[in-house]
């Protein structure tokens, strides 16, 4: 199980979606951490407090873009991936991301 | 003659027998009402200060959600300032756990749930598009965003003021 903590281990200060626009966007963090432990079938626990807040684009493209990149099903998505938050209604966020990408791909 | 003072003696022994009884579940009486009412009343005393932290909580979120959408909508008619994302990310990171920690004291748990629903939808308005690098642009006041900016932030605000409200029921 790998664990990732946004706040330290990628950046307190998560925004935007592109990675053309910044190193510290959705795209970038779902490549550099998500993509590849997924692609190998590790189990991965994201802790998402700590962050001086989170964009709408931002957390689509991180997580709902996993579903589009990987072509993987939310179902699917949801059993390697954990998220960990005191905020309940930001998990339910990501998670509704998730759906909607898991819709798309239908 | 003896047996008759013995007789007498009995008959005034259970009397003060009887009497002590009778003042004993007076006492008792006295006792256990003044606890079922202390633990009524102090019951009564902490569920209104629990509506009134309640209302107190809702009224500051209602104005909270007032400046942001405003903010919000100075961020997409003008031109992109940074400083003002991170402002409006933390603004919407602090209204959405506040409301969240309500569940502690509030019952309502069907109100709580669809403020909650109100304030995603509030926050995919002002953040899902034309936000941070997707910001190419300041958009016209009557743009499509803005409108649904104004909207969901209303709705967030008329959700507070209903979480408010029902904590005074008319009945």
């Known amino acids: 199980m790998q664990i990732i903590n946004v706040a330290k281990d990628f950046t307190r200060f998560p925004s935007g979606r592109f990675k053309r626009n910044g190193e510290t966007s959705g795209e970038a963090f779902r490549e550099r951490f998500l993509e590849n432990p997924l692609k190998e079938g ?10 001086i807040g989170y964009g709408s684009s931002f957390l689509e ?28 209604a930001l998990l339910e966020e990501v998670s509704g991301y998730i759906d909607d990408a898991g819709k798309s791909l239908q | 003659m003896r047996g008759k003072a013995s007789n007498k003696h009995m008959a005034t022994e259970s009397s003060t ?4 009884l009778r003042t004993a579940i007076q ?71 506040r409301t969240s920690l309500l569940s ?11 403020c909650r629903s109100a304030i995603l939808a509030m926050k995919k308005a002002i953040t899902a598009t034309h936000f941070e690098d997707e910001h190419d642009g300041s958009l016209e006041q009557g743009s499509q965003q803005i409108q649904s900016i104004t909207a969901e932030g209303l709705r ?13 029921p008319t009945d």
């Open chain 1, 42 to 51: 590790k189990q991965i626990t994201v802790e998402l407090d700590g962050t």
């Open chain 1, 61 to 88: 493209e991180a997580f709902g873009g996993l579903v589009r990149v990987l072509k993987i099903s939310p179902q699917d998505l949801k059993l390697k991936l954990h998220m960990v938050s005191n905020d309940p």
């Open chain 2, 17 to 20: 027998i009887a009497e002590v």
């Open chain 2, 27 to 97: 006492a008792i009486s006295i006792v256990v009402g003044w606890v079922v009412v202390h633990k009524l009343s102090a019951a009564r005393d902490r569920d209104r200060a629990r509506r009134e932290m309640l209302a107190k909580a809702a009224d500051a979120l209602g104005d909270e959600v007032g400046k942001l959408f405003m903010s919000a909508k100075e961020y997409h008619t003008k031109v992109r300032d940074r400083g003002l994302e991170d402002a409006l990310k933390m603004a919407l990171q602090d209204i959405s756990a």
């Open chain 2, 104 to 114: 502690d004291i509030s019952k309502d748990v069907k109100e709580l749930g669809s």
């Open chain 2, 156 to 168: 967030v605000k008329q959700c507070f003021l209903k979480l408010k409200h029902r904590q005074f």
